[in-house]
T-cell receptor, first 115, second 113 residues
Framework: KAGVTQTPRYLIKTRGQQVTLSCSPI?????VSWYQQTPGQGLQFLFE???????NKGNFPGRFSGRQFSNSRSEMNVSTLELGDSALYLC??????????????FGQGTRLTVV | AQSVTQLDSQVPVFEEAPVELRCNYS??????LFWYVQYPNQGLQLLLK??????LVESINGFEAEFNKSQTSFHLRKPSVHISDTAEYFC???????????FGKGTRLHILP
């Protein structure tokens, strides 16, 4: 079956602009998590959605937001982009939020460059 | 709040030599522990996980990790590495059934010929 699909793979934006990234989870998966990966900070948790509801949120400013649709697809939005937002944004999907019996599957990420 | 420390950002090792990637965590409650691997230009893949039971867990490609509660560690080991093991390895922790997974900053494994 198809894996986690993130679009676009690469993106270049200018400071001050906003951007929307998309994640399509594996069919049947209802939980989607977003992470920001940078060389200095590693992977930092942004937020997690399950059944269209945000269940967990990391320590990011309000410029970072997300949502999940009824088909489990998720989008994250970053407004008023800053140079420091340049990163690889990874999406992970799992059957549910219960860690015991589920595994998170990651997409290949969207590489965002802010200039 | 839980946190994960990977002490080595890069580890060079000769092919067929043993390797240990260190991971320490901090948490006030019981935890679930994971190792993920990221090959170049790819997303993360689960390598192995500790949820409960035996403190030694193994992956299908020869890696193993041991949960040590007293030392709050979950080090990853392989007795003989291969060039195909070149990747970045992330240790991660989750405090509960439905808590978020927190990752360490990663250790880049370089296999020397």
């Amino acid at each position: 079956k198809a894996g986690v699909t993130q679009t676009p793979r690469y993106l270049i934006k200018t400071r001050g602009q906003q951007v929307t990234l998309s994640c399509s989870p594996i069919s049947g998966h209802r939980s989607v998590s977003w992470y920001q990966q940078t060389p200095g900070q590693g992977l930092q948790f942004l937020f997690e959605y399950f059944s269209e509801t945000q269940r967990n949120k990391g320590n990011f400013p309000g410029r970072f937001s997300g949502r999940q649709f009824s088909n489990s697809r998720s989008e994250m939005n970053v407004s008023t982009l800053e140079l420091g937002d340049s990163a690889l944004y990874l999406c992970a999907s799992s059957l549910s939020f219960a860690r015991l019996n589920t595994e998170a599957f990651f997409g290949q990420g969207t590489r965002l460059t802010v200039v | 709040a839980q946190s994960v420390t990977q002490l080595d950002s890069q580890v060079p090792v000769f092919e067929e030599a043993p390797v240990e990637l260190r991971c320490n965590y901090s948490s006030s409650v019981s935890v679930y522990l994971f190792w993920y691997v990221q090959y170049p230009n790819q997303g993360l893949q689960l390598l192995l996980k500790y949820l409960s039971g035996s403190t030694l867990v193994e992956s299908i490609n020869g890696f193993e990790a041991e949960f040590n509660k007293s030392q709050t560690s979950f080090h990853l080991r392989k007795p003989s590495v291969h060039i195909s093991d070149t990747a970045e390895y992330f240790c991660a922790v989750s405090e509960g059934r439905d808590d978020k997974i927190i990752f360490g900053k990663g250790t880049r494994l370089h296999i020397l010929p």
